[in-house]
């Protein structure tokens, strides 16, 4: 059997969740759901399926005591639907209690380290975003924005966690890459402990809700909060892990590189809802197969879309999955029923986005004047 | 013959400067002496001994073209000689022209990187060093100075240049090192480069005054100013290397590491004299010999230090070089006299600075508030 690999950079696919625990510690999530008042959708349907020290976060919340919720998202374009599954967790974090605030990153550094994108085309690319997760539910009140390029704190601790760290531990963790991509890792690293700094309050507990893929900046966010700890007093981060979304093209993983694999929340409603209608799915050579032994709703990216985003209702989620295996739904007919909704939300979404535009310059701006009159 | 080596975080021993312009492609400054209307003392007097585009220096002097001059200083204590010389070099080349902007940066990432010496004792630090540069005859009218910690812009552009390198050209210039030092390196380049973004003038010639074992950052500069240039319009910097200082202790470099191999500004006067007295020469094995075929001045730390710094008039550093070589200067002479000037000078200089600090804390604040004003 294959070893899972976790690559932030790279194209990930994971086999097996649950063997995520034994080969990097990821320890799984279903344990700790029925602390949850109301769990969300994500959590609920398995979706976000492992953790690293989210009782800390759990704690914070039953004590009333404050907290962070931050993630780094990569301005390359409209929110595809990875993106969304973390804004969805920061927004959810966000809800479970009166004294969370999100940092919501702009991971322009990375954007141009990782895809070249400059910083310009960044900036405009980050308002229309901040208005995606304005649209998906984030409270403007409780959230910092920041680009990580004009954040003179997250740059400057990624360069003091430079001395913290050997090039043999970063070979360890990601691989041998490319300079820049291990300084962007390391920027991720400060944007990670960023909220624990004293003019944000101190130590608290962070949660970082992200993909899979990512865990390898959490254990580095991890191993040098504790590297640090007499120095700054930062408590080591926690994490929630969501699957990554499987690809209709049928690779492993949704990719921006294949076109036909994934679509946008910015995506012209008609032709998402062609992608769909020409996804590949878990059905049967036949027709006539299908309906003797069922689909394969667990292999279906067709399927993951309802179960990720597009079947609100989780009874209708499990008919969708139950007609599936018990042979009574065919594909087509499930990807045009899931076409419309596709069609539906993603127009929804437009117009919430467009109405959010001019607050997501606001928040944007309100936060960088927040972040620069602190003392530093 | 061993080849010559210039390593920026080491202990560089040039044995012969002529072999640098082989070896690295360094300018004999020579040539080029005649274009100075007043060459300073350590141009006439071949301290200053190598440069790579000067000309383009000369031509906007010549011009009344703007350049700017600018080097970072490591505020790791009290300026040493060498870091005197440098400091030397851009009062001088401020004083060249009208159109001279220094760039005076605070090297706190690099003294951090490679020193660990913390962000917080740096900022002490800094403020005494730019009084020593104040007090070595830096117009505050037009120098920038500030900390690499705190200009966003540098901290950016050292971001973004990590994604035009690669791993094998850093170790090919630098040898293998930790990823700190990579980092700090590519953040000089930042510094070298900033006089030319659009909110400080454009694209500009910049001289960079350095010692000879500073080399490879300006090697570094040139190459990503060319790889940029299309970018940002960036201008290969030039340069202007200075001698490594010889150590009293009998090394071949002064080293702060070895504390009786040099003295700062800020020594006592006393301690200073002291050192002196007690200093490696080039004299003979015995006062007969000596008499007979002559000390070898050139060889000697301390007429390196009457010529660098610390014998005034030409005229006065030449004949000490004569009397050594002539055999009539015998060494505790030649020492006790130097012990003489040191303590002067030094008592001199440490008054100078005292009045000049509340100045230096002026032109820091000054400075902030410039940088912070121009748009990015």
């Known amino acids: 059997m294959e070893k899972e690999t976790l690559d932030p950079w790279g194209t990930t696919t994971v086999q097996n969740y649950d063997r995520l625990s034994s080969e990097f510690g990821i320890e799984r999530l279903k344990p700790l759901i029925p602390r949850f008042k ?223 694999s994934s679509f946008t929340l910015g995506e012209e409603p008609s032709s998402a809802a062609k992608k769909v209608m020409a996804g590949f799915t878990g059905g049967r050579a036949t027709v006539e197969e299908q309906r003797k032994i069922g689909g394969e709703a667990d292999k279906c990216p067709v399927y993951d879309l309802y179960l990720s985003h597009f079947a609100h209702e989780d009874e209708y989620a499990k008919r969708v999955y139950d007609e599936c295996y018990g042979g009574i739904r065919m594909c087509g007919e499930c990807k045009s029923e899931l076409a419309k909704i596709v069609k539906k939300d993603l127009d929804d979404h437009r117009k919430r986005r467009e109405s959010y535009m001019k607050d997501a310059e606001e928040l944007i701006a309100k936060s960088k004047s927040y972040l620069g009159s602190l003392a530093r």
């Open 38 to 260: 109301k769990p969300s959708l994500h959590i609920r349907r398995g979706i976000d399926f492992g953790h690293r020290d989210l009782g800390k976060i759990l704690d914070a919340i039953d004590n009333n005591k404050p907290f962070a919720v931050m993630s780094g998202i990569k301005p390359t374009g409209i929110f595809h639907l990875g993106t969304k599954m973390t804004a969805d967790d920061m927004v959810f974090f966000q809800s479970t209690s009166p004294k969370a605030t999100v940092y919501y990153c702009i991971a322009d550094i990375e954007a141009y380290n990782d895809n070249g994108i400059s910083l310009q085309e960044s900036s405009k690319i980050a308002i229309q975003n901040v208005a995606d997760i304005l649209a998906l539910g984030l409270d403007p009140d409780r959230a910092v924005v920041y680009k990580q390029s004009e954040e003179v704190r997250v740059l400057q601790y990624g360069m003091i966690f430079s001395r913290g760290v050997t090039n043999n531990m970063l070979r360890a963790i990601y691989g041998d890459r490319p300079i820049g991509l291990y300084l962007s890792a390391l920027v991720q690293v400060a944007d990670i402990l960023m909220p624990q700094l004293p003019e944000l309050g101190g130590p608290k507990p962070v949660l970082v809700p992200v993909g899979a893929d990512q865990d390898p900046h959490i254990r580095l966010a991890r191993d040098l909060a504790t590297k640090y700890h007499d120095e700054f007093g930062f408590i080591p981060p926690s994490s929630i892990y969501h699957k990554l979304m499987k690809s209709l093209s049928g690779q492993a993983k949704m990719s921006k590189r294949t076109i036909t």
